[in-house]
T-cell receptor
């Protein structure tokens, strides 16, 4: 059965520092993978998605993620954090249908 | 163009009361979804509708019913609310393909006392 694991429920970085949010997946077939972001008191919006084209996927707001089949990972990175990046980030997987399985989320705090 | 709208934004119920959460979309999407979000558990799918007139259970359907009234609207009903249903509920829509983005509403925060 498909699933995703997000390591670290909270991540804190200084403004300007590298952001790394981890996501590992479990799937019996090549999956499709998504990162969504949730700003306070809002719904989720798509950051980026992997749909088996390029393994390095670029998203909005300077975020990118690399699909690594050998490591079953899809970690999210941003070279330089901004205060406005503070939010909760969710990794999600879809396998056979358009139904998504979400990870438990990682809350990113950015300190000045 | 409002995208995905949900009503109400907040609701407090007593145990045993019933209520219906409403969701409407103007994106002409086929698929609609209801999720609940609980701390430390991410989002879990409650019910799903691939098209008007069809619905399917998700991961946590117990205690809920849904109705896909037409292509635009998908409602979630709690017949007899329980404290375990205290949560934030999100409606989402999408074209319906496995690679498609889902678009989320702003959520309904429900408290059951």
């Amino acid at each position: 059965a498909q699933s995703v694991t997000q390591l670290g429920s909270h991540v804190s970085v200084s403004e300007g520092a590298l952001v790394l949010l981890r996501c590992n997946y479990s799937s019996s077939v090549p999956p499709y993978l998504f990162w969504y972001v949730q700003y306070p008191n809002q719904g989720l919006q798509l950051l980026l998605k992997y749909t088996s084209a390029a393994t390095l996927v670029k998203g909005i707001n300077g975020f990118e993620a690399e699909f690594k089949k050998s490591e079953t990972s899809f970690h999210l990175t941003k070279p330089s954090a901004h205060m406005s990046d503070a939010a909760e980030y969710f990794c999600a997987v879809s396998e056979w249908t358009d139904k998504l399985i979400f990870g438990t989320g990682t809350r990113l705090q950015v300190f000045p | 163009n409002a995208g995905v709208t949900q009503t109400p934004k907040f609701q407090v119920l007593k145990t045993g009361q019933s209520m219906t959460l409403q969701c409407a979309q103007d994106m002409n999407h086929n698929s609609m979804y209801w999720y609940r979000q609980d701390p430390g558990m991410g989002l879990r799918l409650i019910y799903y509708s691939a098209s008007e007139g069809t619905t399917d259970k998700g991961e946590v359907p117990n205690g809920y019913n849904v109705s896909r009234l037409n292509k635009r609207e998908f409602s979630l009903r709690l017949e007899s609310a329980a404290p375990s249903q205290t949560s934030v509920y999100f409606c989402a829509t999408g074209p319906g393909l496995i690679t498609d983005t889902q678009y989320f509403g702003p959520g309904t925060r429900l408290t059951v006392l």
